[in-house]
């Protein structure tokens, strides 16, 4: 089979396509030919090596698996022998994260636990946006325990997760500001922002609006940044965002909210079907609708990497197999 594949970490122009065997899978994994998959952060992670706590995961020095790629949507080939929810021919969704990636192929073997059914109403490309994206959008709000009426701030609401996270913000009924770049912003009022603050032109912490829940998913901020634009009560969860405030959050997140009303938490999505399968739901129930705003062909990976580095991106970039 045709697969992208990366030596070593570095450049994402050193993605190549080479040819693979087809994986075989294992008592309880599914072998999926795979029709579309799509970037997010972590793939981009997978082939650079970087940020370096990501190599604690992949290898510290060389890659442990060479395909990248997450996002699974295709038809069941082959199931494992105890596999009993899915047989062949069977459309599904899933995330092959946990099982190794290896989903920029033409084929990929997926623990059966983190699969469902397609969403009957999607095309595989639309699919393929949603496994890691919209999953982690849904636990990051359900993680804030998001509430109809609350106020909701989105910082970083462009890119993979953002976008989603808006959607479904909405769809619990609340009012949603949104923080992106001011290009992007006719994009994100049309994912159903109420307001937008463009970072670009403005800063977020120099008005005096309270947050019942704020979403921290990209941007360099601080702990006590995002804890001051909440509401008595209000919840921080940080989704995301540069080193700087990814670290921030692990080390000083938990202490300055010790003695506080207010609530902080970190979410770290593994996939699980739960997810999966609410997500399908609400893809079928049109509460999400995937936004593609680039569809590259398998041969065309790295253009696909390079794309994405280059921040144009609003909504999700598809590879198509
Ligand atoms: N916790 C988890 O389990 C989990 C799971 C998946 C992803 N993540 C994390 O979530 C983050 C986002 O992932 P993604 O795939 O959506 O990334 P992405 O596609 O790269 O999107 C990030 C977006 O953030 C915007 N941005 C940059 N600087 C910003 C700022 N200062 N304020 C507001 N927005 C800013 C950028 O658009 P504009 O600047 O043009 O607006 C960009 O489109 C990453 O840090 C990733 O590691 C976490």
Known sequence: ???AYFENYGSVE????????VPEPEEHEVLVRNHASSLNFGNVGHVKGEPFFIRAFSGLNSPKKHV???DV??????VGKQVTRFKPGDEVMGDAADS????FAEYV???SKVIVPKPVNLSYEKTATLPLAACTALSGLKKGNIQPGQNVLIVGSTGSVGPFAVQIAKSFGAEVTAVCSGKKAGFVRSMGADHIIDYTTEDFRDNDNAYDLVLGIAGTHSMSDFKKKLTPTGTYVNIGGSMKQFSNAFTTGPLLYLFSRQKFSILMYMAD?????EVKKMAEEGTIKPTITKTFSLDQISDAYSYYESGHAAGKIVITM
């Open 1 to 3: 089979m045709r697969a």
């Open 14 to 21: 050193h993605l190549m396509i080479k040819d693979q065997p």
């Open 68 to 70: 990248p790629g997450g």
């Open 73 to 78: 949507s295709g038809v069941i080939e082959k």
């Open 100 to 103: 190794g990636f290896g989903a």
């Open 109 to 111: 073997t997926v623990n």
């Open 273 to 277: 079907q739960k997810t999966l399968q």
